[in-house]
């Protein structure tokens, strides 16, 4: 099986990740790729990649893992607007928006190029204001608004009041929306973008002036509802595509000139370090698709997930890079992008912050899932 192709599963890769990986093959050149067309890619795949929750999580987990696998921009590009698209779904399903809403805006929705999704914090808040006929509109400042510049819609987190935030679907080609440039900085944001990784993915601060939206759910719904915790296992499953990529690269580098037995140990750690993450995203996969899991389930095993998919990428990054030396990283163009992009996507993990969430799950003791 070609290492774009990422099954989580024994046996055959199924048709979906194959589809995603041709899919972001066509738009990866030896460059950089063509962020138009892979907004396409993002478009057509969100037409056609499963639901979380709805019985085939690992299908859409697999679809993701392999664009992280054949580029991580591709995937970065891709996974918010599938996420984007999965929760106003997810909405329709909970009856969080009402009917006549849903059917004068889902047909653009639906349509929309490429969505975002901004739920980011910083120094201001930005706030949604409601009109007396009930409509609302967005002021002030959003940090961390990734591609804001080539996106058309996103769903953004505002303030209703000093204690509550709500989802809202939003145009950004209304003239309300600034992107922030030059020397503008919002939101404790700087405007300035220096990623090594994942360099055309930039993100910046937005000022919306007046902007209207489109309430998705009542106040806190975004952060309560089911969804919430796989979305972000669907990112983990995208670094753990792009680990899968790297370990190929070991693994050919070997093949072409005899391992001695230290680059075997690595070898040997990489491939328990990949195990230990695809297990637990079976798992993780299982306990979204069951009906029964609870929301402390669901926020145990994702949280659970994410880290042993982040301490893997950490892992997978170091190995690699101490055994095959720096020949690929000031050599080759793919590798080094790679290396680059995943050090820099892995960081949306809160690293040790992350960690003692988790360790507080644990000791809170949902039951079901916790197996000690």
């Known amino acids: 099986m070609p290492c774009e192709m990422v099954s ?6 199924g048709p979906l990740p194959r589809l995603a990986a041709e899919q972001a093959e066509v738009v990866t050149s030896d460059l950089q790729p063509d962020l138009d067309h892979v907004a396409k890619v993002a478009h ?49 399903r909970e009856g969080a928006v009402p009917d006549e809403e849903w059917s004068r805006h889902w047909p653009g929705w639906s349509a929309a190029p490429l969505w975002g999704v901004y ?28 591609l804001a510049d080539r996106a058309s819609h996103a769903l953004i987190t505002a303030w209703v009041d000093d204690e509550q935030r709500g989802l809202f679907a939003i145009d950004l080609s209304h003239p309300g929306v ?3 440039v030059g020397d503008d900085e919002g939101a404790g944001q700087s405007s300035r973008w220096a990623a090594r990784g994942l360099t055309q993915v930039r993100s910046t601060a937005i000022h919306l002036d007046a902007v209207p939206s489109v309430a998705i759910g009542p106040p806190q719904w975004y952060l309560a509802r089911p969804g919430f915790a796989w979305g972000g296992v669907g990112v983990a499953a995208i670094w753990y595509g792009g680990a899968v990529a790297l370990a190929c690269r070991l693994r050919a580098a070997f093949e072409q000139r005899p391992p001695d ?24 996969a299982q306990v979204a698709d069951d009906p029964a899991t609870s ?24 190995r690699v890079g101490h055994a095959l030396g720096p020949a690929p990283l000031t050599g080759e163009e793919e590798h080094a992008r790679r290396v680059a992009d995943l050090t820099v996507y892995v960081r949306q993990h809160h690293a040790e912050r992350d960690l003692a969430r988790l360790g507080q799950l644990s000791l809170d003791g949902p039951g079901g899932w916790q197996w000690w």
């Open 8 to 13: 989580l599963r024994r046996g055959q890769v």
């Open 44 to 92: 057509d795949l969100g037409q056609w990649l499963p639901l979380p929750m709805q019985g085939d999580t690992l299908s859409l987990w697999e679809s993701l893992a392999s664009l992280g696998a054949v580029d991580l921009t591709v995937a970065r590009v891709v996974e918010p607007h599938v996420d984007a698209l999965s929760i106003l779904r997810e909405a329709r």
């Open 119 to 146: 739920a980011a914090e910083g120094r201001e808040r930005l706030r949604a204001v409601r009109g007396t006929d009930g409509s609302w509109c967005l002021e002030g400042v959003k940090p961390w608004c990734s």
């Open 178 to 180: 600034r992107v922030a």
């Open 261 to 284: 037995q230290v680059a075997l140990m690595h070898l040997g750690a990489v491939d328990t370090a990949l195990t230990r993450a695809r297990v637990v995203l079976q798992e993780a």
């Open 295 to 318: 929301r402390a389930e669901a926020e145990l095993v994702s949280q659970r997930a994410r880290q042993v998919v982040a301490d893997t990428v950490d892992e997978v990054l170091n």
